[in-house]
């Protein structure tokens, strides 16, 4: 039986006629049918539809017919509908209070979104200045949950978070959850937890539970070596880079040169040293190379190798439900809940990346990296090189060490947990040389006529 076999779909309207074209192709190329009665209405992710349609039909956006492909059967409807009115997102909330308001929102044909992510227009908080001092957009609306506004009285608002250099290095030095980078001797303090799936993970010492060792400071994002893209320069001709499913973006992390945030210059040499200590609580086998997070450039000083697995394996692959977390990720939220830009079937890969994507997409989950912008936005994959490139970020990040027999390695792993920018990539510098017309004579000459 043909995938969308009794599937009698009608496009919407507002749908591009090359868009409207390339949908109808692929969906009667699986066995649907334009002809009526309609079961179906297919609409752009993120668009409007008539009213007309509402509650007599499927309504669904294009995501859905793609992701129903690459994953060779159909793909519930209510995951991925179409946003008729409200994108809604909390925060401070209990978790009793976020199933209860997501779990309405939806019902009502809204879509619940776990993060702040650029098509949000609802935020609900306990109150404006709350903790988590979301960046609130003109097109979204704050919902005060401790004091409900009288209807049509809502109006945007700003929470603009606080970037004083003081305030983080406080948040990092006295939140709980995590080590300042820049406390000496902190290798006193954390011991390895062995034989985890992924490798020995770092863990706090002394606890009567174990909690993954969380390091967090201040850093540059080098320009250098910078692979957090969304495919991060992966090349299937090149046998040294394995499977696409094992992909890890990485980038490297250098002493700030910002003058208000003087303390991540000044701290770094102690945070090397702190992660050196790290790696030297394993015993030595002998004969063994060591793969060290510190990484030593000639001109460049050292930096500090991150890295963040881009995929995981789904419950499928896995052969049923695990709890465990891999040390590239975190219990992540499902990116079907983040929006289409952040899909794994629409992952912006290079073209030379797309057919092993499709390989992969049936099997694993994409994990976005969790980094957020300044107004503590997700950022989305077609933004990671411009907004991280090059900028003064925040950094709270696990750290893990495998011994790999086979060919004799220490393998140690800084592994992002979270990134919030704090000062932008600085712009490259400017020449009165470039963008000039060759035919105009010596521009050094011009001047001085």
């Known amino acids: 039986m043909a995938l969308f076999n009794d599937v009698h779909y009608v496009l919407a309207s507002s749908t591009q006629a090359g868009r409207h074209k390339k949908l109808s192709a692929l969906l009667d190329l699986h066995g649907a049918t334009s002809a009526p009665p309609h079961t179906h209405i297919i609409a752009l992710a993120g668009s409007h539809i008539q009213r007309e349609y ?59 979104r776990t993060a702040l992510t650029r098509d949000v227009t609802h935020l609900f908080a306990l109150h404006k200045q709350s903790d988590k001092q979301f960046r609130i957009t003109q097109n979204m609306n704050v919902l005060d949950t401790a004091t409900p506004p009288a ?69 540059e994002i080098s320009r ?20 696409l ?4 973006l990485s980038c490297r992390l250098t002493a700030g040169r910002s003058k208000a945030f003087k303390f991540s210059s000044r701290d770094f040499p ?26 030593d450039a000639i001109g460049h000083g050292r930096s500090i190798k991150l890295t963040h697995n881009l995929f995981e394996a789904n419950d499928e692959a896995q052969g049923g439900t695990s709890d465990e977390d ?24 290079a073209d030379r990346c797309k057919g092993h994507l499709q390989d992969v997409a049936s099997k694993h ?26 900028a003064l ?10 011994r790999v027999k086979k060919s004799r390695r220490d393998i140690f792993e800084a592994v992002l947990r979270e990134l919030i920018v704090l000062s932008p990539p600085a712009p490259m510098p400017s020449s009165r040389f470039k963008r000039r017309r060759l035919d105009d004579g010596p521009c050094t000459e011009r001047r001085n006529k």
């Not at 956006?61 to 009115?85: E, F, I, Y």
């Open 54 to 112: 509402e509650g007599s039909l499927h309504v669904v956006s294009d995501m859905w017919v793609q992701r129903s492909v690459v994953l060779g059967k159909l793909q519930p409807t209510k995951a991925l509908t179409v946003n008729v009115s409200v994108v809604a997102c909390a925060t401070d909330l209990s978790q009793w209070d976020l199933e209860v308001l997501s779990a309405g929102i939806t019902s009502l044909g809204g879509q619940w």
């Open 151 to 219: 209807p049509g009285k809502l109006s945007p608002s700003a929470l603009i978070p606080p970037k004083n250099p003081a305030s983080v290095l406080n948040k990092l030095k006295t939140s709980p959850g995590g080590f300042y980078a820049g406390t000496p001797r902190l290798a006193y303090r954390a011991e390895y937890f062995t034989g985890g799936r992924d490798g020995n993970i770092l863990i706090t010492k002394g606890l009567d539970h174990d909690e993954e060792f969380i390091i967090r400071g201040v850093f």
């Open 224 to 243: 250098k070596n910078f692979f957090f893209t969304p495919d991060g320069d992966f090349n299937p001709a090149n046998v040294f880079h394995g499977r």
């Open 245 to 248: 499913a094992d992909l890890k």
């Open 270 to 295: 102690t945070v090397v040293n702190n992660l050196s200590a790290f790696e030297n609580l394993v015993p030595k086998e002998r004969y063994y190379e060591t793969i060290s997070v510190i990484q």
């Open 326 to 349: 891999g040390n590239g990720s975190t219990a992540i939220t499902h990116p079907d809940s983040l929006g289409s830009e952040f899909d794994i079937v629409t992952w912006p890969v």
């Open 365 to 390: 989950n994409i994990c976005p990296l969790p980094a957020y912008d300044q107004n503590h936005v997700l950022i989305p994959p077609l933004q990671y090189e411009a907004k991280l490139k090059g």
């Open 393 to 402: 970020v925040e950094v709270h990040m696990a750290f893990y060490h495998h």
